[in-house]
């Protein structure tokens, strides 16, 4: 579904990412896992169309997406959930909700991707027509993920969607990400916190100073001596 192969991009004269290649298959959850700096995010601007990269090529469907703008990704069904929320903070949450639709040309109806969202997250039904900007953080984060379901999204770019977040929202977030594969969705996460991602991933990718120098089955990766040493602290 998603193919990335020998990507290169640079900053300047800094290069961030050097001939990453990774995939994400229909359904899936894969797991980019990195320290801060690794280029995790760089990946995935890159793939939504924020960042030109230098070389390699981004496949979405089969297609190359390279010259695509990020709203014609968007609309192709490949959405980013930036880094840090990002969310319309004067805006009331049903205003934020419908942000993530505007690229849509059935704009008028709405009402049934609303309730989805409303389902999955209860406390966005009760804070609708609140600030988006006075919400927790945890709240802001499931906002977020919602706008960016609300484009009806075939793969979804999560990144550090847990950064500050508290251990019992974490844990909350993990069961949405795989209650969302289990729907449908494929899911790319990004991700400092690696019991997390390791936890509700099928496979991963390990991110080292912009190089992939490990990957395979989740569960596997969190068993090696490696991966315990530097990411699970054990």
Known sequence: MLDLKNLNVSYGKQKVLRDVSLSLREREVVALIGSNAAGKSTTLRTTAGLKKA????????GKDIAALSTVDRVQAGLVLVPEGRQIFPRLTVHENLLMGAYHRADRNDLDDDLERIFVMFPRLRERRVQRAGSMSGGEQ???????????RPKVMLLDEPTLGLAPIIIEELGSIVRNLAREGLAILLAEQNAMLALGCADRAYILQSGSIVMSGDAKQLSETPEVKQMYLGT
């Open 54 to 61: 230098d070389s390699g090529t981004i496949s979405f469907g």
């Open 141 to 151: 984060q499931m906002l977020a993920i919602g706008r960016g379901l609300m484009s």
